[in-house]
């Protein structure tokens, strides 16, 4: 089970996530995030992929973001078409999200099928993303793709199990995306917490 560490903004923090080794680290360039992330590089090793969150933005901005950090994915996280993800994946991998509530349709994915390499889904929100909230992961039963996912929405350290009762599911569950509960504030990340996570996940 692979781990992706979102939100990253400081430079010393990021030096120190990286240390950990996981497997994605996501920077959000959608400039309302609390969580928004300026700075002119990002300095992690190359078996760290590294993941551009975007939301609703220009097609022209997406891409100078990509070519200028290098991004080894793209995250939509807004209500951008699969014709969008299409023009994208043409540069760069792309995670597309969805919010996911109670009579969420999992029919609506087949049109993104051929158009992403993974989905992500978070807890639909007022925010985009970053809500530190649980969808209730029950409605993933109903899921039928051979699309790789990777869970998020306020996931915690103790709801390790919990994700494991869902590979349980035979659904192509891909990992986790943790956020805001593994922070000391927006963007910092609580580095002994993420270290213990993921020796949970080792074991």
Known sequence: MKLKVCGMKFENNISEIKNLNPDFMGFIFWPKSKRFFNKKTINVSN???KVGVFVNQEYDLIINKVNHFNLDFVQLHGNESSEF????KAYCKVIKVFNIG???DFEKLNLFEKVCDYFLFDTKGDAYGGNGIKFDWNILKK???KKP???SGGIDINDFQDVLNIEKLKIPLLGIDINSKFEI?????DCKKVKELINKMKK
Not at 85 to 88: A, E, P, R, W
Not at 185 to 189: A, D, Q, S, T, V
């Open 149 to 151: 996912f990777l869970l």
């Open 185 to 189: 504030k927006p963007g910092l990340k």
């Open 85 to 88: 993800c299409d023009k994208i």
């Open 143 to 145: 899921y039928n793709s």
């Open 47 to 49: 078996n760290i992929k």
């Open 102 to 104: 109670k009579e969420f």
